[in-house]
């Protein structure tokens, strides 16, 4: 039997947490070959939460479930790791000011890349999903100097669903026969859903669009006014409507971005992720930045899609959610969070 994999999940006493270890226990995260050894890292009030679960997990009795150790101490949650879903976050509440919220996630994700950095794995890989997962992502990685900075990235994936089932929905198709949609920029109200490069069982998206809603210009103003703002403020609709956020689709999107990262996305074409810029597509170097991305699988990184066209209407709008996290970069730096 292969060695056991080590994944070191934070806030697993929160609600995603929970919706996410069992989906882990039950090999939905990395196959049903690989056994799971998962580090439970929660601050002391929510350890019992976690201990609770960790009892449940144990009465699951999954076979791929080698160990669960559930701490407070960041340096035992990361030894070893191999995969790391930073959940925990601290959360904005009302009346606070950006500053204050992102000078509160530093005070968590600037030990916890510390901590990955001194004790994970060679081979660790880290994806933020706690708000703001962008920043929360840059600050993780800054404080990982000896962690190559691919290693890092923001969970964009549960808009990239959001958008596949919105189209999906719009063109009565199947998810499955969906192709190359792309999610850029910040995990916000800024992100920008295009589908203008996606096709369904090879059609382009934009002609089903056209013939469907019956003209081109017709077409263009669905995907400005109905389909980008009902994707990207997906988030406040599922809080309306249920009153509380989402637990189960946030799960099932982190497990979809582990899984292709790791096993690979084959020929299901782009998915999105939140990586680290090299200033492709004019996206400023060291800003993490949702893209269109691929994954060979075999231990490889994230691969930014290369060579996409974009027009003046794609250009403004990756511009708008640039310029947010260029303001979130220069607030945490301005807090010395970041170099
Ligand atoms: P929750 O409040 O139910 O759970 C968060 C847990 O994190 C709590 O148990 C808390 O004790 C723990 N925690 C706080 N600080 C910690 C630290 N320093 N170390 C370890 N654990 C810590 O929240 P929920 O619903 O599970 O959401 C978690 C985060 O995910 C939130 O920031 C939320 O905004 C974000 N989120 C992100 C999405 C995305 O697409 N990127 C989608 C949905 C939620």
């Keep these: 039997a292969t060695k056991p994999v080590t994944i070191t999940i934070t806030g697993a006493g929160g609600q995603i947490g929970y919706a996410l ?4 226990a039950a090999g939905d995260l990395l196959g049903p070959d690989t056994r799971v050894r998962l580090r439970l890292l929660e ?3 929510g350890l019992k939460a976690a201990e609770g679960a960790a009892l449940e997990l144990q009465d699951g009795a999954f076979a791929l479930l080698d160990a669960v150790d ?20 601290r959360p904005r509440t009302a009346g606070m000011e950006r500053a204050d919220l992102l000078s509160a996630n530093g005070g968590i994700f600037g030990p916890q890349g510390r901590a990955i950095n001194d004790h994970a794995a060679e081979d660790i890989r880290v994806v933020v999903v706690g708000n703001p997962a962008n920043t929360n992502a840059l ?22 669903n959001r ?19 792309a999610v850029w920029g910040n995990h916000s109200a ?3 859903p295009d589908v203008s490069h996606a096709t369904v069982a090879g059609i382009p998206v934009p002609n089903l669009l056209t013939t469907r809603l019956e003209g081109a210009d017709e077409a263009l103003q ?16 599922i809080i309306e409507v249920k009153g509380s956020s989402s637990v189960a689709s946030a799960a ?17 074409g782009w998915t999105s992720a939140g990586v680290v810029s090299h200033g492709e597509y004019g996206v400023p170097e060291g800003l993490v930045f949702s893209f269109p991305v691929t994954s060979a699988g075999d231990g490889a990184d994230w691969a930014i899609a290369e060579g996409i066209e974009l027009d003046g209407f794609a250009r403004s709008r990756i511009d708008a959610s640039v310029a947010e996290l260029v303001g979130e970069r220069d607030a945490v730096r301005a807090l010395g969070l970041v170099g």
Excluded: C, M, Y
């Design 21 to 24: 270890l069992f989906r882990i």
């Design 43 to 45: 601050i002391p009030q």
């Design 70 to 89: 559930v701490t407070d101490d960041p340096g035992r949650a990361f030894d070893g790791a191999n995969h790391a879903l930073l959940v925990g976050a």
């Design 139 to 160: 600050i993780a990685k800054e404080h990982a100097p000896d962690v190559p900075a691919e290693r890092f990235s923001a969970l964009t994936r549960l808009d990239h």
């Design 163 to 181: 958008a596949l089932g919105q189209l999906a929905a719009a063109l009565d198709a199947p998810v499955g026969d969906i192709r190359n949609v």
């Design 190 to 192: 800024t992100q920008f």
């Design 222 to 237: 669905w995907l400005a006014e109905t389909f980008i703002p009902r994707v990207a403020n997906r988030g406040a609709e």
């Design 252 to 268: 099932s999107a982190t497990i979809d971005h582990v899984h292709d990262l790791v096993l690979g996305t084959g020929d299901r």
